[in-house]
């Protein structure tokens, strides 16, 4: 149960206003604690009694804090600094008595802290209402100084309030403009947000019929009130149903529609299940489908989800499996919505309970997905949806299905590709409620050999029989679902994205899969089947090998030692780093310490943690300045609105962009330097000024003669200028994956536009970073783990990798077998695939 | 360097800011009591005394520890706003000199630019809107353009306390925004902050006890 707060100056007050709060809850009332006063007679607020206030009523399921005035509010803010789980505790806006009073009955209702802090903030409007006609929507607010500060107020027409996919639109249109721009729930009396911040603006939980402010201030302050007004105005260009009529939007059909616009709007006609496999594969699938071929010869590559060989039998999951009984659904007819609704609320908890059973039986680590999966259950987009649509007639199992497709598509059309993959849950979670909606008995996915299907949920995955299952090929999925995470857990290969063809595979076919690679065959012949039986003991025999000396040097066959390193992101890296046998932390991804908070860390914060990685590795660490840009906007440091952040202020520009944050980071890594052994690399240069301006910057903060620094190499542009770079490096690290990206204009996660950094292209410009850079040259992005790469590498000059941690053994194999050949006739092929085929063929 | 401050210089410089408090209490809660609620002197006298008891009680190690015990004092025995708001100062300081024995003047400078920054993230108030920031910032600009000029320490202060002084004037004629005081809206006009003058006599108890 959601624990509550109450904050006051005096101890009386919030003594008597929690007295007259629990009167209304008569049973199971919520953690009450109070911070108030200095002592029973002293009016005053203490950050540190709050700081324990919430220790105290955090039950693990947060809590919400109702404040008075002026101090209550400065306190409460500073106490977050002092709690031990900032991320569960809401300061909530409301009036206190009101407030609490609201929260109170909320909270005992078993409702999340958001939707507590929702109810208590809308209690004020009981009163404004009861007191005073509710104001008309006032229209535009006029201008105030000279378009410099504008604002403007409009209700959301939208079925389902600001919810996901809207809120993206209206996050979108807020960055477009040279402004600050704020927003917030008038209805609700909420605080104001930033509207650039789509995690934010989805705090603000605004429903249907409510009403949003929009303010701005600067240069186009006015262009953006307009904008946004209008783009509510315009229903945010969602297509919905409203009042019997369907509503197309205008602008549905603009760029950046992805997912959700090109495969049909969220009420598809009830005939999609035409459109679906034998499995139940859903419609995006079919798009996807065509990203790998498979050959006639039964031989196919598709994407790489969980390494390792599997071979077996092809079995199907047979009716009754979950996915395969929404075929069906279309066909069953509505009973009357008034019987409807209970049965889905029935579904709901059957599933609820089964959910945390699977969770519980889930290894650590892993019950997280189940976490997310029990939140979606109480989702009030989705239930709402669910619910209008079996007002409408709909029979509940369709309307389940169709609610949690509508929402799934919404997760596909965000650029984020982490949102992206929860889609996948989403239809997941909506299938188990279908399931119990049907009687149907849960399928524990029972077979030997590989599992064929069009994907998998999370719970399918824990509920496999690893010594039955060896492995998974999955016609839709992606790398990096829930699914594919958990089969990394448990070892079992998997295969995804290969296409809807492999559903008509006949049960009982032999199939081959590399997990490693995304290779699969399809019947194989004698031969085929041998070579993937040679892989996997080949995989076993190497890795067993690698293991044995991974804590051994890695010298190439003419003797020259190569510095195999890890790439860290984490303290826990680390130490996997160090039980690898990493021979430094060759990038340390700070992002991690920056990301998913309100606040920079402290100088103190960063210290800290980059002297416990160098610890936990034990050898020298390689700090890489805060690598972030538009895609990923930190909420203490935003930038202006980008087009393309992947060309825009991410990397260095960025740091440099924000000097505070910048010079606090240096200062951090200049006061670690002095007990771990540290260097300084700069991401994404690209031109020697940017480096001078760093490193004036790291001289400010203190940086003693001897602490090395280098640049990443990235953008084309630095490759081609690095001798400019030399009189200020003491190194360079090569970023192949960035350097791939911009160099063959292809983004690294768009299956369709393959980025192999071993394209001759790529190449080149490490032939010419090798030779001009007149410094050791490291390769730090996935080109260096290729293990076929690894040779060409050391042959263009390269003097230290660093790989993930876990392929630190078998690249130190690799480098071992390297020799000095020359690799000249690789930058004059034609392309990626080109220089593969000759490496294979020796 | 003979420009360096160390831990007693700096443990000084708290317990003159407590007897300034001290003995302009009556002050401060006059002027408080024109815009706000009376409180001010009372506050901070009750908070800075509490702080030179638990320095009496046990000496501090190093500057990091005297600003964090002073912050985490103010915090919990203040009670009004300038508890979080001085207390998230002085643990900004903390946090800046980390392991540090002696500071510079760039330490100094560096030290109260997060102090500043603190105070702004903390209460949102922007220059002008009638707040300790008012005298604070041009305060703190001050100390670093000396010292990035080359001036000796004692004279960089010097500037600081004429600048927290001109600031601190400056806040007569403006409207509150922020806090208790803006309440009163125009008639908060004509009467100086009384946060602006208890950062004063922050800024004043450096130059006098630091050199």
């Known amino acids: ?842 | 360097m003979a420009d360096t401050v160390d831990l007693t210089a700096l443990d000084r410089w708290i317990r003159e800011f407590a007897r300034l408090i001290a003995e302009h209490k009556e002050m401060l809660t006059e002027l408080d009591s024109a815009i706000g609620d009376a409180d001010h002197g009372i506050n901070m006298h009750r908070g800075m005394t509490a702080v030179v008891t638990t320095l009496e009680s046990e000496s501090p190690g190093r500057p990091s520890e005297l600003f964090k015990r002073t912050g985490m004092t103010l915090v919990s025995t203040v009670g009004g706003a300038s508890g979080p708001l001085y207390g998230t100062a002085f643990l900004r300081m903390s946090a800046t000199v980390g392991d540090a024995e002696e500071l510079d003047g760039n330490d100094l400078a560096k030290m109260l630019r997060a102090a500043l920054e603190g105070v702004v993230q903390r209460g949102k108030a922007v220059p002008g809107d009638k707040t300790m920031l008012d005298a604070f910032g041009p305060a703190v600009e001050a100390l670093e353009a000396a010292i990035a000029d080359g001036e000796p320490l004692a004279r960089a202060l010097d500037a600081a306390v004429r600048a927290a002084e001109e600031g601190r004037a400056k806040t007569i004629p403006m409207v509150a925004r922020k806090g208790r005081a803006s309440y009163l809206g125009e008639r908060s006009a004509g009467h100086q902050d009384p946060g602006a003058t208890s950062v004063t006599f922050l800024v004043a108890a450096a130059a006098t006890s630091l050199v």
């Open chain 1, 1 to 842: 149960m959601v624990g509550l707060v109450v904050v006051s100056h005096s101890r009386g007050l919030a003594v008597a206003a929690v007295q007259l709060a629990v009167e209304m809850v008569h049973d199971g009332r919520p953690p009450i604690e109070v911070a108030a006063g200095l002592d029973e007679s002293t009016l005053g607020t203490d950050a540190t009694a709050i700081a324990s206030a919430i220790d105290r009523a955090d039950a693990g399921d947060g809590v919400v804090v109702l404040m008075d005035l002026g101090s209550a509010v400065l306190s409460a803010e500073l106490a977050l600094e002092m709690v031990a789980a900032p991320e569960r505790v809401v300061l909530c806006p409301a009036p206190l008595v009101e407030g609490l009073a609201a929260a109170v009955v909320s909270a005992a209702s078993g409702a999340g802290r958001s939707e507590v802090a929702a109810e208590a903030a809308a209690a004020l409007e009981a009163k404004a209402t009861h007191l005073a006609p509710a104001a008309s929507p006032s229209d535009v607010a006029p201008s105030e100084g000279g378009g410099q500060v504008a604002s403007g107020v409009v209700a959301v027409s939208n079925p389902h309030g600001l919810h996901a996919r809207p809120a993206a639109r209206l996050v979108g249109e807020a960055r477009r403009f040279d402004a600050r721009v704020e927003i917030r729930n008038r209805s609700t009396g909420s605080g104001w947000v930033p509207a650039g911040s789509l995690s934010r603006v989805s705090t603000l939980g605004v429903l249907r019929g409510q009403e949003i402010e929009v303010r701005a201030s600067g240069a186009q302050a006015r262009e953006a009130v307009d904008g946004l007004v209008a783009l509510a105005r315009r229903g945010f260009d969602e297509a919905f149903v409203d009042g019997g009529q369907t509503a197309r939007a205008p602008g549905l059909a603009v760029a950046g529609q992805t997912a959700a616009g090109a495969s049909g709007l969220p009420d598809a006609p009830p005939d999609i299940a035409r459109g679906q496999t034998a499995a139940g594969a859903p419609g995006l699938l079919v798009a996807r489908a065509d990203i790998s071929e498979i050959s006639e010869r039964g031989r196919g590559r598709a994407l790489a989800a969980s390494a390792g060989v599997g071979i077996g039998p092809a079995w199907i999951p047979g009716a009754g499996s979950s996915a395969a009984s929404l075929g069906d659904i279309s066909e069953i007819s509505g009973q009357d919505a008034g019987g409807e609704w209970p049965r889905v609320e029935a579904a709901v908890e059957a599933t609820r309970l089964e959910i945390s059973q699977v969770r519980a039986s889930a290894a650590p680590g892993q019950a997280d997905v189940f976490e997310a999966h029990l939140l979606l259950l109480e989702d009030a987009d989705l239930l709402d949806d669910i619910r209008a649509r079996i007002d409408r007639g709909v029979a509940a199992p369709r309307a389940v299905h169709d609610a949690a497709d509508r929402v799934a598509r919404e997760f596909e059309a965000l650029a984020d590709p982490y949102l992206k993959g929860r889609a996948a849950d989403v239809r997941a979670v909506g299938e188990q409620v279908v399931r119990h909606l049907l009687g149907l008995e849960r399928t524990h996915l029972d077979g030997d050999g590989v599992l064929v299907a069009a994907d998998l949920t999370p719970a399918d995955v824990v509920g496999l029989d690893r010594e039955r299952v060896t492995g998974v090929l999955l016609a839709g999925g992606s790398p990096t679902a829930h699914a594919a995470i958990l089969a990394r857990g448990r070892q079992i290969p998997m295969v995804v994205g290969a296409g809807a063809a492999v559903l008509g595979v006949a049960p009982g076919t032999t199939i081959a899969l590399d997990g490693g690679t995304g290779e699969f065959a399809i019947a194989p012949g004698d031969g085929a089947l041998a070579e993937f039986r040679a892989r996997e003991t080949e995989r076993a025999v190497r890795r067993r090998r690698a293991d044995a000396l991974a804590q051994d040097p890695a010298v190439t066959r003419n003797g020259a030692t190569i510095a195999v390193g890890a790439n860290v992101g984490s303290i826990e890296d680390a130490r996997a780093a160090a039980a690898h046998g990493a021979d430094l932390a060759g990038l340390v991804r700070t992002e991690f310490l920056f990301l998913d908070r309100d606040e920079a860390p402290t100088v103190d914060e960063q210290v800290a943690t980059y002297r416990s990685i160098g610890a936990a590795i034990g050898r020298p660490i390689v700090l890489r300045t805060l690598d972030v840009g538009g895609d990923k906007p930190l909420r203490y440091a935003p930038g202006p609105p980008e087009q393309n952040p992947f060309l825009g202020v991410r990397g260095l520009r960025h740091s440099l962009a924000h000097p505070g944050l910048f010079r606090d980071q240096l200062e951090a890594i200049v006061r670690a330097a002095r007990h771990t052994p540290v260097t300084v690399m700069f991401p994404m240069v690209t031109g020697v000024a940017e480096l001078i301006a760093a490193r004036r910057l790291l001289d400010e903060a203190g940086a003693r003669d001897g602490l090395e620094v280098g640049i990443m190499v990235e953008v084309p542009a630095a490759a081609l200028k690095i001798a400019t770079f030399r009189p200020y490096v003491d190194f360079v690290s090569i970023g192949t994956n960035d350097l791939a990206q911009y160099t063959l204009a292809a983004e690294r996660g768009n299956p369709a536009v393959p980025a192999d950094a071993l394209d001759p292209a790529v190449l080149r410009l490490i032939d010419r970073v090798c030779r001009d850079a007149g410094v050791p040259v490291t390769v730090c992005g996935e080109l260096a783990a290729d293990e076929a790469a690894v040779p060409v590498l050391t042959a263009l000059g390269v003097a230290e990798l660093s790989v993930t941690p876990a392929a630190v053994p078998l690249v130190k194999q690799a480098v071992r077998t390297a020799g000095d050949d020359s690799v000249a006739w690789a930058l004059d092929l034609p392309d990626a695939a080109a220089v593969r085929r000759r490496l294979v063929s020796g």
